[in-house]
Nanobody, 129 residues
């Protein structure tokens, strides 16, 4: 069982920055991949950034490349999402997700929500223009 707790959301003006945190509490399963997803009102949930717990390799959706950075602290079982140059279209609920799969997940699927089996409750990010 894995429990995820996000923090760090809030309201910011366009061009500003926010840092999201996610703490994973696990009673056993090894967390192989971690990711951030977001969902804007009336839109489908989309993968924003993912990181391999083992290698640290990262993947980003094109819309956030060069603006967002995902990172991890393995001993603390934390992941972070540093968001810079925020735009109004970044507004949404941001969710932390983890995968406990033991198989290799191709990079092309690491931003696919079906690859993740545990989810946090979400933290709201609002960017005003």
């Amino acid at each position: 069982q894995v429990q995820l707790t996000e923090s760090g959301g809030g309201s910011v003006q366009a061009g500003g920055s926010l840092r999201l945190s996610c703490e994973a509490s696990t009673s056993g399963p090894y967390i192989s991949y971690m990711a951030w997803f977001r969902q804007a009102p009336g839109k489908e949930r989309e993968g924003v950034a993912a990181i391999s717990s083992t290698t640290g390799h990262t993947n980003y959706v094109d819309a956030v490349k060069d603006r967002f950075t995902i990172s991890r602290d393995k001993p603390k079982k934390m992941i972070y999402l540093e968001m810079n140059s925020l735009k109004s279209e970044d507004t949404g609920m941001y969710y932390c997700a983890t995968s406990t799969t033991t198989r290799f997940v191709p990079e092309s699927r690491r931003l696919n929500s079906s690859e993740y089996d545990y989810w946090g409750q979400g933290t709201q990010v609002t960017v005003s223009s």
